[in-house]
């Protein structure tokens, strides 16, 4: 069983080149699948039934997982049963299309005003090193609308402060985002007056580090962002895709076309970008139905 999984872990990192988080959701699902399968007295993924799969899934359920959660397990167990068929250990995938699960209510994401922006990114101190950092990282989260995984595996020669670009590298392509003047500013004090005494080490590459002087992490700009959060005393549950969402409907807001708005956020399939459309469509409504008399 650990072999098989091993198997596709490096198929999906090193054949499929998929992103880092979406190799660890995968593989963090397929493992509590395994686990559970043990727990149950089965000990191979090859012998796994229907039953066992809709009987995995109900669990979760009824331990209170939500219905996306569910789904993107079911989604996970899809795609690793699909390879097994592919690589000839199993005929059949036992993940068949007669396993639904209930998406529920699809919620739309969390968007900041331009005014909850302006607030946000108001909050860090111009004092100290560390504020001087997170003025920079926020600027450059919502200039850019790139991923927290994106802004943390910045190197410092992605920073091209003399044109004002970012270079931004994914799983399978890299892209350059302009910085508007406020970002630029705020990223050339941190890259020119700061980061050189935060690092711990003068060869690190990482753009942007913790107090410790290492690379910052995903949980470290988490907290960073929530504590700014709260500091604006803004109600919204803000994550760090908020400001990508954010950057993405204020550009498609004042004029940008959804050609050039995918280009930006990096993503490889139009539909992805379109659900900005839609989140517009609906603030839209949301407005027409409030301010109109007849309505």
Request: proline share 3%; net charge positive; charged share 25%.
């Amino acid at each position: 069983m650990l072999d098989l999984i091993h198997a596709y872990e490096n198929y999906l990192s090193k054949v499929k080149q998929a992103s880092n988080n979406t190799v660890s959701s995968y593989m963090r699902d397929i493992r509590q699948f395994s686990e559970w399968l043990q727990f149950h007295g089965e000990t191979d993924v090859l012998n796994v039934t229907q039953s066992n799969i809709s009987d995995y899934l109900s669990d979760l359920k009824q331990q209170g997982k939500s219905c996306a959660t569910v789904s993107r397990v079911l989604a996970s167990l899809k795609n690793f049963y699909a390879y097994l068929v592919s690589t000839g250990f199993l005929e059949a995938s036992p993940v068949s299309g007669e396993i639904h699960v209930d998406r529920g209510e699809k919620k739309l994401p969390q968007i900041l005003s331009g005014k909850e922006v302006e607030l946000l990114l108001s909050q860090p101190s111009g004092a100290d090193s560390k504020g001087l950092r997170d003025k920079a990282m926020l600027e450059v989260m919502y200039a850019t609308g790139i991923r927290v995984t994106e802004l943390i595996d910045l190197n410092v020669e992605d920073a091209n402060l003399e044109l004002g670009v970012l270079k931004c590298s994914g799983a399978k392509k890299s892209r350059s985002i302009p910085l508007y003047p406020a970002a630029l500013r705020a990223l050339t004090v941190y890259v020119k007056e700061i980061r050189m005494t935060m690092v711990a080490d003068p060869t690190e590459k990482a753009l942007f580090v913790n107090v410790g002087g290492s690379r910052m992490s995903r949980q470290g700009f988490w907290k960073i962002l929530k504590f700014y959060q709260a500091k604006a005393g803004i109600e919204k549950d803000i994550t760090p895709h908020t400001l990508r969402h954010s950057f993405a409907v204020h550009l498609l807001e004042n004029g940008a076309d959804l050609g050039s708005l995918q280009e930006l956020m990096g993503h490889s399939d139009i539909s992805s970008t379109q659900m900005y459309t839609h989140m517009i469509n609906q603030k839209l409504r949301s407005v027409y139905e409030k301010c109109h008399p007849k309505a």
